[in-house]
């Protein structure tokens, strides 16, 4: 079979067709020629321009220029959209992760537990808990304060935690792998809704949670995965499943009921063959299934390995970090590497559970957010109609949402298909310039924990990132541009 | 045989595609679906088998064909089928489009487009580099677009084969859509690149009262001849201009060009299939006019009586100033060129050497000839073919000095320009001519343009001004009446 031939450019018509017929206008600025364009019969789009929400012009305009920057978001995209994800194993984080002794990584940009917020610091003394490193509630405060357990972010380790995103040596992770560039990206397991660690939590109830997932879940879960690998299966593909759950109503953020009950249907055979007691068996199962969110963190790993495919573009404005530790939110982008760019966290808009509200919600947390920087989540809104009312929103409202960040994006996710705008592909690869020159700041769904450490989860619902991470990655890609 | 990560779509979705590809001529087997076991049994017993490892993750293509331009056809076919976006089902609220790049986005790739720029200049830069980067040719209204911009812009734009047009580009006349300040002008053979908008709006006149009209105006803004910028768009437009089948001849409309790139424009367009014809005003070629008259020669036709309204016979007044009050930039310096071997030194805004600027004293005595349409004048208001206000002013401080003048203008017709630009002028001119200053109007525009040559040439003269459809012979008619025909 021969190659496929590429269309020759030859006898191309001057200027792309523009002398051929009458051309489409597309305009932007003061109305000083539609009218009479219209007039001629000319078909016209105005562009409602209006300035940049911000950003110095001439650094808007090194960005613009920078000949770099076309082909560099191109290779980020490329990269972002070629990445798999694989579920290659699962192990405690002490054996995967290279982690310091008495370290715990949370979410978001780095933090020191002095400007922790309540529900950050509930999950640092609950992580001191369960490790043993403290007996008690002020123990554990005692030390975390005295800066005895260093604190690092996930980001820093290839990983990432959804809220609190605090993870402790004997947590186990989901261990995924990208067979296209050979990334690896960790999770830990879901602890379900509700007082959970992950939400500030971190009373016996939680302790005993996790526990119970440290030495009946994790170990099930393992050696389902290692042994169908050992028996010579592939790995299950987390990909494809986040690819058919955005086709089953979930948006793979803050709704993961068709991706859970998939990730299920392919591991329940396989911890069925699992040789431990059927009551392990079943407890297993019962917890993954009563679980909703049980697939998020397989997400949020599979995000994760894309964007860190395209890390390191030289030229690139495009996001591959979005993440809060409930007290400031972080961007990295292509171009600059690791560096984080911070602002204020805002304090997402919802619905609250029971007799909880807009008073009892912390500012935005978690690495979660990896869901939107991969264009999923908030930005394929338009996916999950029923997640809609969830967060505050109608269905109208969610399609427009989805469309205005078609225009924050760099590229459309052929993989991740959104069925009612025509299968067209979520808006993936969020551009510093577009958010600037737009002044539309990315949509993010999220879950709301308590403002007091150890209440849990309160709500769910709306936020965006603050505008002074933007600012500040403008800034520097612009001077990279400038010295390039 | 094609593999392909990163791409998702579902069955049900790709067996259409297969159906659909499978129709085309010459094609005798497809298959288009994800590398999975199934599909790829299904592969083998097409003897579509890909010949290298798989994964279930990629998307399997395999056609196969009759023959090479059947494949190709082929493999477009799924290309198409595969990025083709139905149309939505949803009522999402419409979403505004904020910038180029997404009015773009909206439409066809193949169908023709341009984009047209007129945010404040320092934003200009980022909307125009979106039209390059989507394949699209912009025009550039914007003024006060850094030059630097200009430069990289211009050369982005080559690269991608489109044109900018600009920045401060106030007329073009593409594919007959009339943009900015055009006029209304018959289709005809002659194309325009113009450096210069009213200097490509009066040859377009011109042409049009010949008879002969335009394939396309193509603006490549006042800066494109500069040593800085070296003609980038003006190359480019003439190359696509060689290569259009409606235009049989090219003329090159510009303000005084630098040396060099005068140089490297005149040997380029000698390397043309199609003629050029400079319309360049340099003290050695200072009329549009005369241009526009050797045009007609090479096709081979006569050269029309320009239209005019010689007005009433007006005593000269030798001696006098002349005050050239001028909207259109190029006619300034048309209007100076051909003055200043009869007058000597002309003092303006826009001088023919630097130390002849007039500075902020539009009120000097002596020759003085004043562009209102230049950019420091236009600042936080609309250009004085829309807003007459500040030459009404001038006309008025003129009566008031005293200073025995001849009073030379421009008033130039078409889309965008005032609607009856005579209503405003008809009281001051006649005020001028009541005062013993003899008025010479240069009325650029067609029969077809909205305010109608003629009627405004009739209300014109009727104020007591003599009226022309040539700047230069309005120039000269002005020189006659100083006693100084050059």
């Known amino acids: ?484 | 045989m094609s593999l392909r990560s990163g791409v998702y779509a579902d069955s049900v979705r790709l067996m259409q595609v297969s159906r659909d590809v499978s129709a085309l001529d010459g094609v005798t087997g497809v298959l288009v679906a994800m590398a999975t076991p199934l599909n790829l049994e299904l592969a083998a017993t097409m003897g579509l088998a890909p010949d290298e490892p798989t994964s279930p993750e990629q998307l399997l293509i395999a056609v196969r064909a009759e023959s090479e331009e059947a494949l190709a056809a082929a493999a477009a076919a799924v290309e198409a089928a595969l990025t083709a976006r139905e149309r939505s089902t949803g009522t999402a609220a419409a979403v505004p489009r904020r910038t180029i790049g997404a009015g773009l986005d909206d439409l066809p790739s193949d169908d023709p487009a341009l984009a047209i720029v007129s945010v404040p200049g320092p934003y200009a830069v980022a909307e125009a580099a979106d039209a390059i980067a989507a394949g699209r040719s912009v025009l550039v209204f914007s003024d006060g677009v850094p030059v630097e911009h200009e430069v990289a812009l211009k050369r982005a734009a080559h690269a991608a084969g489109v044109l900018v047009m600009g920045p401060d580009c106030g007329t073009a006349i593409v594919s007959g859509i009339a943009l900015g300040f055009a006029n209304v002008v018959r289709p005809g053979p002659v194309g325009l690149v113009a450096a210069s908008g009213t200097g490509a709006q009066q040859i377009s006149c011109l042409l049009d009262m010949a008879g002969i009209g335009v394939s396309h105006v193509l603006g490549v803004g006042g800066r494109d001849l500069s040593a800085a910028v070296g003609g980038l768009a003006t190359l480019d437009a003439l190359a696509a201009l060689d290569a259009d089948p409606a235009t049989e001849w090219v003329l090159l409309v510009s303000k005084p060009p630098a040396a060099s790139v005068a140089a490297s424009v005149a040997a380029a367009a000698a390397e043309l299939a199609v003629p050029v014809r400079s319309a360049v005003l340099s003290p050695g070629t200072p009329d549009l006019t005369a241009a526009v008259e050797s045009l007609l020669g090479d096709m081979g036709l006569d050269v029309p009586t320009w239209p005019s309204r010689p007005g009433p016979a007006a005593a000269t007044v030798p001696g006098a100033a002349l005050k050239g009050l001028y909207s259109g930039g190029t006619l300034a310096d048309e209007a100076m060129l051909l003055a200043a071997p009869a007058l000597g030194d002309i003092r303006s805004n826009t001088p023919l050497r630097p130390e002849l600027d007039l500075g902020a004293d539009f009120s000097a005595s002596g020759h003085v000839v004043i562009d209102f349409g230049d950019d420091a004048l236009t600042v936080g208001r609309a250009h004085p073919m829309i807003d007459p206000t500040l030459r009404l002013d001038a006309i008025a401080g003129l009566a008031a000095s005293g200073e025995p003048a001849v009073l030379l203008l421009d008033v130039v017709l078409g889309y965008g320009a005032d609607p009856d630009p005579a209503r405003s002028l008809v009281p001051a001119l006649r005020a001028a001519v009541a005062a013993g200053t003899p008025v010479v109007v240069a009325l650029i525009g067609t029969e077809a343009d909205p305010q109608g040559w003629s009627r405004q040439a009739d209300a014109l003269a009727g104020a007591g001004a003599a009226v022309f459809a040539s700047n230069s012979a309005a120039t000269r008619y002005a020189l006659d009446l100083l006693g100084a025909s050059a």
Request: glycine share 12%; aromatic share 6%; charged share 20%.
């Open chain 1, 1 to 484: 079979m021969s190659e496929l031939a590429s269309s020759s450019m030859h006898g191309a018509p001057p200027l792309g067709g523009l002398l051929s017929g009458p051309p489409a206008i597309v305009a932007a600025g003061v109305d000083v020629f539609s009218d009479a364009l219209r007039a001629q019969g000319a078909q016209v789009h105005d562009v409602d321009w209006r300035p940049p929400g911000f950003g110095d012009p001439a650094d808007l305009a090194a960005l613009a220029l920078d000949p770099r920057r076309a082909a560099a978001n191109r290779a980020a995209v490329e990269r972002l959209l070629a990445a798999g994800s694989q579920l290659v194993d699962v192990r405690p984080a002490s054996e995967v992760l290279d982690l310091a002794d008495r370290m715990l990584l949370h979410a978001g940009p780095p933090l020191e537990w002095s400007n922790a917020s309540g529900p950050m610091r509930g999950a640092l003394v609950g992580a001191c808990l369960f490790e043993g490193w403290a007996a008690s509630v002020e123990e554990a405060q005692r030390i975390l304060a005295a800066g005895e357990v260093r604190l690092d972010p996930c980001h820093h380790h290839r990983t990432v935690g959804p809220m609190a995103g605090v993870t402790s040596p004997s947590m186990w992770m989901w261990c995924l792998s990208d067979p296209v560039h050979g990334g690896q990206a960790f999770c830990n397991l879901n602890e379900g809704l509700g007082k959970v660690l992950r939400m500030g939590a971190f009373d016996h109830e939680v302790q005993e949670r996790l526990r119970w997932m440290r030495d009946v879940l994790g170990p099930v879960l393992s050696a389902a995965v290692r042994g169908s690998l050992d028996a010579g299966n592939d790995p299950i593909d987390v990909k494809a499943i986040l690819a058919q759950m955005l086709q089953m109503g979930d948006e793979g953020h803050n709704r993961n009921r068709a991706g859970s009950l998939m990730a299920l249907r392919e591991l329940s055979p396989l911890i069925v063959a699992v040789d431990a007691p059927s009551s392990d068996i079943a407890a297993v199962l019962k917890f993954a299934g009563g679980n909703e969110h049980f697939f998020l963190n397989l997400g949020m790993p599979t995000a994760k390995l894309a964007l860190d495919g395209a890390r390191d573009v030289p030229g690139s404005t495009m996001l591959t970090v979005m993440s809060r530790n409930g007290t400031e939110f972080g961007i990295q982008t292509a171009g600059t590497g690791d560096r984080w760019f911070t602002g204020p966290a805002q304090t997402p808009v919802g619905l609250f559970l029971g007799d909880y509200g807009p008073d009892d919600a912390n500012p935005d947390i978690g690495d979660s957010a990896i869901m939107e920087t991969y264009g999923v989540g908030g930005f394929s809104m338009a996916a999950a109609p029923a997640i809609v009312r969830f967060v505050g929103g109608t269905v109208p409202d969610a399609l427009a949402t989805t469309e205005r960040m078609y225009q924050l994006t760099l590229a459309e996710n052929p993989a991740m298909a959104i069925p009612i705008l025509g299968f067209r592909g979520s808006p993936t690869g969020i551009d510093v310039l577009k958010v600037a020159r737009t002044g539309w700041l990315p949509q993010i769904n999220t879950g709301m924990a308590g403002r007091i450490a150890g209440t849990g989860q309160v709500g769910a619902g709306l936020v965006q990132p603050p505008q002074e991470c933007f600012e500040q990655a403008l800034v520097a890609l612009a001077e990279a541009a400038r010295s390039a």
